[in-house]
């Protein structure tokens, strides 16, 4: 979390940024709640939240700097045409080739600001040179970020990759994987991932612990490849498209993993893997206390692994994540691994044009983290040990029901960004451009 001095130097006052939302001299709706006692966090208009903000102290300056170090990637996968195995309609402009997914990627960092790196799957996004890629990814404003591997798909991994009986077939996955670390290391990138589909599909079909003992003797052959400072981060999945035995099916099970490897190792929580109902915010606070949360692929989901907009089904659940993930920067005990989370959105779009969908989800993770940012953790921790149940209750609740978007606009204002990237996004022409280019 950025400290006020080493933070970056703030353009935007509080008083300017109430110039500039058209909101100076409109502090009459505000004062009336003060003064009637009405929590202002309930009142969600512009002049009413920037006005509880000063009210409670808080400093705009340092929120809108705490907010510029959220960076969020996005995945080359999000940008081209996919479906369900039900079908796929094609959308218009959808990005083609690995350049075009890139470039689609440049224009959601242009107009966000905050997503200034691009994950790669290397089967799908698979290139002759891949210096010839970054250098590209660069050209267009953007570096390639974590490399993924890719052994789920193709024939021989019918009955698994890493935990496959057949040993030519788990050197095939291993290999692949080696390479793919070998691909970071060129492109410098420094997070390798890689989720593995291996699971059974009946009682009997493979021995368990037997699969568990493969998984693990390959995963410590990527272990030793990987060079210093790059970090593995170990995805997580408890169904699908294995039906009865999943071979890494859980948290538990990737922190045995990442403890049977080493400190690079970490755990990646898919919001989407998990079990419905599972608190995936409790997940996170205990992988932070134990150093082990590496990263995020971030998506929301009503049923299974839906990979619809972030925050568009929960975003109170995306809030309580944000939450967490603020509260342990703030703990001198957990800011090392908090500060260095891999922020990843793994989604793709069905029946939704696919630019507008990723802009959407950064703005939706932007609004979780800032209202998280907004949380009285002073009087949440006095109301907690004071057993005021329904005090630090409300504590959280009060900044999830603030409306933050003042805050946004002033930081992308202060940033030289549209002010309503999914607006400018509509505004700038670029779906017909990309329709046209792209026919
Ligand atoms: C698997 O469902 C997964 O979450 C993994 O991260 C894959 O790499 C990705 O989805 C593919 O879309
Ligand atoms: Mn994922």
């Not at 290139?127 to 890629?133: A, D, K, R």
């Not at 619809?308 to 703990?331: K, N, T, W, Y």
């Not at 504590?395 to 990237?421: F, I, Q, S």
């Amino acid at each position: 979390m950025s400290d006020v001095a080493d933070g970056p130097e703030m353009k935007v006052t509080g008083r300017r940024m109430r110039r500039m939302l058209g909101t100076d001299g409109d502090h009459d709706h505000a004062r009336r709640f003060c003064q009637s006692g009405i929590n202002l966090a309930l009142v969600s208009t512009s002049s009413g939240d920037l006005e509880h903000l000063g009210d409670q102290g808080i400093d705009v300056e340092v929120f809108v700097a705490d907010l510029d170090e959220l960076k969020i990637e996005t995945p080359s996968w999000g940008y081209g045409n996919s479906g369900t195995r039900f079908g796929v309609f094609p959308w218009p402009g959808a990005a083609r080739t690995v350049h075009e997914r890139i470039a689609d990627a440049a224009l959601v960092h242009r107009l966000t600001g905050a997503c200034p790196t691009v994950a790669i799957h290397v089967t799908w996004d698979w290139v002759g040179n891949w210096n010839e890629l970054a250098a590209f990814a660069e050209s267009e404003g953007v570096r390639l970020g974590a490399i993924n591997g890719n052994v789920f798909q193709g024939d021989d991994y019918r009955l698994g990759s890493f935990c496959h009986p057949d040993a030519r077939v788990r050197r095939m996955a291993i290999d692949h994987c080696l390479e793919c670390i070998d691909i970071a290391e060129q492109v410098n990138s420094d997070v390798f991932t890689v989720w593995l589909a291996d699971g059974t599909n009946y009682p009997g079909q493979d021995d368990m612990r037997e699969r568990y003992r493969r998984l693990l003797e390959g995963f410590r052959e990527l272990y030793a490849a990987l060079p210093p400072g790059m970090r593995f981060l170990v995805e997580y999945k408890f169904f699908e498209p294995a039906f009865y035995s999943t071979d890494l099916p859980d948290w538990g099970t990737a922190v045995l993993v990442c403890r049977a490897l080493g400190t690079q190792a970490q755990v990646l929580v898919d919001t989407g893997h998990h079990p419905l109902g599972t608190n995936v915010e409790q997940i996170v606070a205990l992988l932070l206390e134990e150093g082990l949360l590496g990263g995020f692929h971030f998506n929301n989901r009503k049923y299974a692994d839906d990979d619809l907009i972030v925050g568009s089904i929960d975003p109170f659940e995306l809030f309580r994540i944000m939450s967490e993930i603020v509260s342990a920067r703030r703990d001198p005990a957990t800011a090392t691994n908090a500060d260095a989370i891999a922020y990843m959105i793994d989604q793709s779009h069905n029946i939704e044009g696919k630019i507008e969908a990723m802009i959407q989800s950064v703005i939706n993770i932007q609004t979780a983290y800032a209202k998280a940012l907004l949380v009285d953790r002073a009087t949440l921790r006095e109301t907690q040990i004071a057993g005021d149940v329904l005090g630090a209750h409300r504590v959280l609740t009060d900044a999830y029901e603030t409306d933050v978007r003042p805050l946004l606009v002033a930081a992308r204002e202060a940033n030289g960004l549209p002010l309503d990237p999914v607006e400018a996004f509509r505004e700038g022409g670029h779906a017909d451009r990309l329709a046209r280019e792209r026919a």
